[in-house]
């Protein structure tokens, strides 16, 4: 299950960003994943929640954007998206292409935190005068 590396891999990334910003904890961490990205979103979402455990990203969500398959059609002088990973083939000619436009990502597109003066301070302490 190589999802749980890229699990951790993103905990460690987001960790990182996060203490450079001085935050005290993550939110939500969004990630975009290409289809032929060979990763299995749900498998994902489970790893995620193990490898936040005992981090600055414990109690976070992750948020999972996927993008479809497009391909460079040399006929139709266009980029095409695909219904799916099986025919690499232009929905409108029918003309096979190899030239991958987008799928294969994996990356972070961004990391919401909560910093310290995000944080409402606790009420003031009521004097007494008597």
């Given at each position: ?26 939110l939500e961490v969004r990630i975009v994943i290409g289809v032929l990205a060979g990763v299995s ?90």
């Amino acid at each position: 299950m190589h999802e749980l590396s890229i699990a951790h891999s993103l905990v460690e990334l987001a960790a990182e960003a996060a203490e450079k910003a001085g935050a005290n904890r993550v939110l939500e961490v969004r990630i975009v994943i290409g289809v032929l990205a060979g990763v299995s979103v749900d498998s994902l979402l489970f790893c995620y929640d193990i490898a936040t455990r005992d981090t600055l990203l414990e109690g976070s969500r992750l948020a999972v954007r996927e993008l479809p398959l497009v391909i460079h059609c040399a006929v139709c002088a266009r980029d095409v998206e695909l219904p799916g990973a099986l025919r690499f083939t232009c929905p409108s000619c029918d003309t096979p292409s190899a030239d991958i436009r987008q799928g294969r990502e994996m990356q972070v597109e961004g990391i919401e935190i909560e910093t310290p003066d995000e944080i409402a301070p606790p009420p003031a302490a009521l004097e007494s005068t008597l």
